[in-house]
């Protein structure tokens, strides 16, 4: 058995592949149109995976447009991604500075939350060791769910 990818569907492309890709820093590996069942695929790798993405089939996370509205509701209900991060309080700074809740702050220098624009749950992993803490993550308080 082989892990592949882990599929969320979006409503708003853009936005999403502005959350994960301009902000998380993933990178766009292929997209597949179906003009028949009117969606778009597409598939993102981490930038360590990216190579490897075709030809040994590493983890991606395939986004899913409908390309008729549908609401979708309780994107928690499958969990969240995890991505391992090289400095979990710059990246959590450049997605606060681009209008990004962050739900759980990386208070201990290892773990925060945050949220894609449609709802899912997306942990953030500090690469290593934990960082030492620092203001302002330290004392900031959870905002919402994660």
Same mark, same amino acid.
């Given at each position: 058995?082989?892990? #592949?990818?882990?599929? !969320?569907?979006?409503?708003?492309?853009?936005?999403? =592949?502005?959350?994960?890709?301009?902000? #998380?820093?993933?990178?766009?590996?292929? %997209? *597949?149109?179906?003009? *028949?069942?009117?969606?778009?695929? !597409?598939?993102?790798?981490?930038?360590?995976?990216?190579?490897?993405?075709?030809?040994?089939?590493? +983890?991606?996370?395939?986004?899913?447009?409908?390309?008729?509205?549908?609401?979708?509701?309780?994107? %928690?209900?499958?969990?969240? =991604?995890?991505?391992? /991060?090289?400095? $979990?309080?710059?990246?959590?700074? *450049? #997605?606060?500075?681009?209008? !990004?809740? $962050?739900?759980?702050?990386?208070?201990?220098?290892?773990?925060?939350? /945050? %949220?894609?624009?449609?709802?899912?749950?997306?942990?953030?992993?500090? *690469?290593?060791?934990?960082?030492?803490?620092?203001? +302002?993550?330290?004392?900031?308080?959870?905002?919402?769910?994660?």
């Amino acid at each position: 058995m082989q892990f #592949l990818h882990t599929m !969320v569907r979006v409503s708003d492309l853009d936005a999403s =592949l502005h959350f994960y890709c301009d902000l #998380l820093g993933l990178k766009e590996v292929r %997209r *597949k149109e179906n003009d *028949k069942g009117r969606f778009t695929l !597409v598939f993102l790798a981490a930038p360590e995976d990216e190579s490897r993405s075709s030809e040994l089939q590493a +983890p991606e996370l395939e986004l899913t447009w409908n390309w008729d509205p549908e609401e979708y509701q309780g994107g %928690r209900n499958f969990g969240h =991604l995890a991505y391992r /991060v090289d400095d $979990i309080y710059g990246l959590c700074q *450049k #997605l606060q500075d681009n209008g !990004v809740t $962050i739900n759980r702050p990386p208070r201990d220098g290892h773990m925060a939350f /945050v %949220r894609s624009p449609d709802g899912i749950s997306v942990e953030l992993l500090q *690469k290593g060791d934990a960082l030492a803490p620092q203001e +302002p993550w330290a004392s900031m308080e959870n905002t919402g769910s994660w």
